[in-house]
């Protein structure tokens, strides 16, 4: 995993843990616990993202309905648990095109779709996702301060998991992509 990219602007920092919730009763009270907590319904987006050979980390092309599209750089380790996540993202105005590029110059991993229920709480993002052919899953995103230490990231959402009663059980180690092509 890349370390030491704390003082690149084009790096950001966040602590990221994700975990599957067993179906609709799980995702259910995951929501409800989201919502009293924020005072929200949450926002509704809907994603499509492409996943991309790369030599170091993953690479990503995320469609979105009702704004640009982003390409996503990110590097983490695949563990259980609370784990540090470095990434880089930008708008992309013609994603059609650059898929077709990227496809046809380091290939294409694989495809999914997913709805995400995105509630904001403090510095933390809080997803509540149904994937296409794999189910319901919790993620939390604890987005880093430059000053911040990883160790505060972790305490941040080591609350998050024991709010949303979550086990470590129910911790996945990669990502969505990762599950879909086994």
Not at 7 to 28: F, I, M, S
Not at 66 to 81: F, H, N, Q, W
Request: without cysteine; aromatic residues 6%.
């Amino acid at each position: 995993m890349a370390t030491g990219d704390k003082g690149n602007p084009d790096k950001h920092r966040n602590v990221e843990l994700k975990a599957r919730l067993g179906g609709e009763e799980g995702y259910e009270r995951r929501v409800a616990i989201a919502k009293q907590l924020t005072g929200t319904d949450g926002t509704v987006i809907t994603q499509r993202d492409v996943f991309f050979h790369a030599t170091t980390g993953r690479l990503k092309l995320r469609y979105l309905e009702d704004k640009p599209s982003e390409l996503i750089s990110y590097d983490r380790s695949d563990v259980a648990g609370p784990k540090l996540s470095l990434y880089s993202k930008m708008d992309v105005a013609e994603p059609a095109l650059l898929e077709q590029i990227l496809a046809e110059t380091i290939g294409v991993r694989g495809r999914l779709n997913k709805r995400r229920l995105l509630f904001l709480h403090g510095q933390t993002r809080i997803h509540l996702d149904v994937v296409e052919s794999l189910g319901h899953f919790m993620e939390f995103e604890v987005v880093l301060e430059p000053q911040q230490t990883l160790a505060q990231g972790q305490s941040i959402v080591d609350e998050m998991k024991r709010l949303f009663e979550l086990s470590d059980a129910d911790l996945m180690t990669g990502a969505y992509i990762d599950e879909l092509l086994k």
